[in-house]
Nanobody
Framework: QVQLRESGGDSVQPGGSLRLSCEPS????????MGWFRQAPGKARERVAQ??????REYAESVKGRFTISREHGNKLYLQMNNLKLEDTAVYYC?????????WGQGTQVTVSA
């Protein structure tokens, strides 16, 4: 079992920055891949950024050049979000893959408004 706890969500103006954190606990050495997803009201959950094994990183087209995913030794995960836009408003979820399961955090709200 892996537990994930996100933090760092807040309300910001367009153009602002936030840094989200995800702290895993439990069987953290079983974690293979980690990522950030988001879900806006009335929309499906979408992948924002992912770190695969061997440190390969992948981003949604809508956030390329603005968001950066990073992972510390010990599996703490971050999402640096710069130049935030109104359409980035969503609940952001941390995700972790182990061999036969996927775990999710409870989510942290990011609101971008003028």
């Amino acid at each position: 079992q892996v537990q994930l706890r996100e933090s760092g969500g807040d309300s910001v103006q367009p153009g602002g920055s936030l840094r989200l954190s995800c702290e895993p606990s439990g069987n953290i050495f079983d974690i293979i891949n980690m990522g950030w997803f988001r879900q806006a009201p009335g929309k499906a959950r979408e992948r924002v950024a992912q770190i695969w094994s061997r440190d390969r990183r992948e981003y949604a087209e809508s956030v390329k050049g603005r968001f950066t995913i990073s992972r510390e030794h010990g599996n703490k995960l971050y999402l640096q979000m710069n130049n935030l836009k109104l359409e980035d408003t969503a609940v952001y979820y941390c995700q972790a893959d182990v061999l036969h399961a996927t775990y999710w955090g409870q989510g942290t709200q990011v609101t971008v408004s003028a």
